[in-house]
């Protein structure tokens, strides 16, 4: 399998405190990879680093097989970024931005900023300044200039930042869209468990610095456990009666009165039926499944993802 | 931003014009020959002004608008994705500051001809003109090279306030010293002494002021190349 992105021991120090620690993490080709963390764990460090903004303390990255210390500039003219917010300049319209931008890469086709206009839904905006557009016009805007060059790798650090529910949903078929027409590489940061968990292929977890895993999402579901979850009025009592009349004892508290229970092996009509007769109040009573979001807590040790 | 450089530039040939206006209505120029009215004296006098007080503060300005402007609208990073190289980039910010100095180097010469023709001032002559064009472009090169630490200065503090300080403080400093010895070797007042060679400074040697200027100038592109290719971008 081909990489896109491969880093060796990637560290980045400032004074005291690790940002980025030992971070070996592979990208694969034409996959959307989701980069999972909270906020500060460390991802947007690390993506400054993949992009020549900030030098690395420690380590090496390699993009398409190459240094990017020894090809700087090979490599960045092959790749599109946003990082956190888009800037522009505010008393140029959008296509005089992206002229500009476009000259300096040496983009000799006319064409290009308005096809990319055109697929971020910016055609129309022609005498509006970027000053007066609003957050999700900046960062399509901003898409329009990672895209334009027609990279083969797209970096995109919380490219939903600002956003409000509609933009976050077109910025996330935009990206979509992208990687199906395209067949471009996508890395995208985030902080939001639910969209990572829609839009990647495979997910990156880092936590204080420190890529704790990669994980497939098709392997993920596949893998992950079922469980039934009960809640009722008193879980202690609950949970005595299912050791001792059903001899229940793989399960787990995740909330005061709510109890998962992975042994499966007995009916959950049996279990209600056990729970009511011994005068207890039966409010919830599902079997689910654990998602990425219970994944993550599991792996960086619970609390919520900031 | 061109508009406000421009009015600036404006200042020092508006005021000299008053201030040469207000010399001839009191007769000044005929008794006892206190002044002379005439183009390249007031375009002298223009000139002063500018290398002594205006010259700073306005290049300056426009030196750390050209530089902060990448930081404030946050355009530096998708610039150096590009990718651009960062000793182009300050190359090319420097390019654009000595462009934008000459331009309002030859505006205010222009100005200062259109006033002086207003005020029915003598002297206006090609020879006058192309001896005062040879000076103001001399300045303008060498308000150039001194405003450069105010380049290194942005890179580092990224705001205006640390450069609106700084090129204050130098125009003070350019006010106590213009009558002393130290006026030759001061960076920021030693044109003063290139343009006008009869100013007595005996004490040190007229290269020293070139030597003063060049360091000033060449020191302050150099470290904020090498400042600026160390940076990290955040």
Not at chain 2, 92 to 104: E, G
Not at chain 2, 146 to 161: A, D, E, N
Not at chain 2, 201 to 209: I, R
Request: with cysteine.
């Amino acid at each position: 399998m081909e990489t896109a992105i491969k880093t060796y021991n990637l560290s980045k120090h400032y004074s005291t405190q690790k940002a980025v620690d030992q971070l070996n993490m592979t990208v694969r080709k034409g996959e959307i990879f989701g980069f999972l963390g909270r906020n500060g764990a460390g991802k947007t460090t690390t993506i400054r680093m993949l992009l020549g903004l900030i030098k690395p303390t420690e380590g090496n990255i390699e993009i398409f097989g190459m240094d990017l210390k020894k090809n700087k500039n090979r490599i960045l003219n092959r790749v599109g970024a946003i990082v956190e917010y888009s800037g522009f300049y505010p008393n140029l319209t959008g296509t005089e931005n992206l002229q500009v931008y476009a000259r300096l890469m040496g983009l000799k086709k006319q064409k290009a900023i308005q096809e990319a206009l055109e697929i971020v839904g910016l055609a129309d905006e022609t005498t509006k300044l970027v000053g007066n557009y609003s957050m999700g016009m900046k960062q399509r805007l901003g898409i329009a200039r990672a895209i334009m060059h027609h990279p083969e790798l797209l970096i995109f650090d919380e490219p939903t930042n600002g956003l409000d529910p509609i933009g976050i949903k077109e910025m996330r078929k935009l990206i979509k869209k992208l990687a199906n027409e395209r067949d471009i590489t996508i890395l995208v940061s985030s902080h939001i468990l639910s969209e990572i968990e829609q839009l990647a292929d495979r997910v990156g977890i880092i936590h204080h610095g420190v890529l704790l895993e990669e994980i497939d999402l098709k392997a993920l579901k596949n893998a992950n456990r079922k469980y039934l979850q009960i809640r009722t009025s008193s879980i202690s009592q609950a949970i005595k009666l299912m050791e001792n009349n059903l001899n229940i004892f793989e399960h787990e508290l995740v909330e005061e009165n709510v109890l998962r229970i992975y042994n499966l092996d007995t009916p959950p009509a049996q279990i209600n039926r056990l729970l009511v007769e011994s005068q207890l109040e039966v409010m919830e009573l599902v079997m689910k499944e654990d998602n990425l979001e219970d994944y993550f807590i599991g792996i960086t040790g619970g609390g919520s993802i900031g | 931003m061109l508009l406000i450089t421009l009015a600036g530039a404006s200042v020092s040939p508006f005021i000299n014009f008053l201030m040469f206006k207000a010399i001839e209505r009191l007769d000044m120029d005929e008794v006892n020959n206190v002044a002379v009215i005439d183009f390249p004296t007031y375009a002298d006098q223009t000139n002063f002004f500018i290398i002594l007080i205006i010259g700073v503060m306005l290049y300056g300005l426009l030196t750390t608008y050209s530089f902060s402007r990448e930081y404030q609208d946050d355009t530096l990073k998708s610039l150096l994705i590009i990718p651009i190289n960062r000793t182009m980039f300050i190359i090319s910010k420097c390019l654009l500051v000595f462009i934008w100095i000459m331009f309002l180097t030859i505006y205010t010469l222009g100005l200062s001809m259109v006033f002086a023709l207003l005020g029915g001032f003598a002297g206006i002559n090609v020879t006058n003109i192309l001896q005062v064009g040879k000076v103001y472009l001399l300045t303008g090169f060498m308000m150039f090279l001194l405003v450069m630490p105010l380049m290194l200065l942005t890179s580092i503090l990224k705001s205006y306030v640390a450069s609106v300080a700084f090129t204050i403080g130098i125009v003070i400093v350019n006010l106590v010293i213009m009558n002393s010895e130290f006026l030759a070797i001061y960076p920021w007042s030693a044109p003063l002494r290139i343009v006008n060679p009869l100013i007595n400074v005996a004490t040190f040697p007229y290269w020293y002021s070139w030597v003063a200027i060049l360091i000033t100038g060449f020191l302050g592109i150099l470290l904020t190349i090498i400042y600026f290719n160390r940076q990290d971008i955040q």
